[in-house]
């Protein structure tokens, strides 16, 4: 499980019926360019994202994914 905090900060919302984890707007706290996290579970499956700085933005990239399980970045 993801702790609250990151959860939050990094805008993930699961959708276990759906089959879906979005990513809203996600941010890194100042100090901090770059988090990977490895093995969320969804959905019975799990994901692995990272996300850094660039400029003023965060960007998230999916390293990896189980079958059936789509992952929106908004």
């Known amino acids: 499980a993801v702790p609250f905090m990151i959860s939050e900060l ?3 919302r699961a ?3 759906a089959r879906r984890l979005y990513v809203r707007r996600p941010l890194l706290p100042d100090g901090v360019e770059k988090l990977v996290l490895h093995d969320i579970r969804v959905a019975g499956t799990t ?3 990272s996300f ?3 400029s003023h933005e ?3 990239q999916v390293i990896a994914k189980g079958t059936g ?5 908004e």
Request: hydrophobic share 50%; net charge negative; aromatic share 4%.
């Open 10 to 12: 990094l805008g993930l």
């Open 15 to 17: 959708d276990g019926f």
């Open 47 to 49: 994901v692995s994202l």
């Open 52 to 54: 850094s700085k660039q």
């Open 58 to 60: 965060t960007l998230t």
């Open 69 to 73: 399980l789509d992952v929106v970045i």
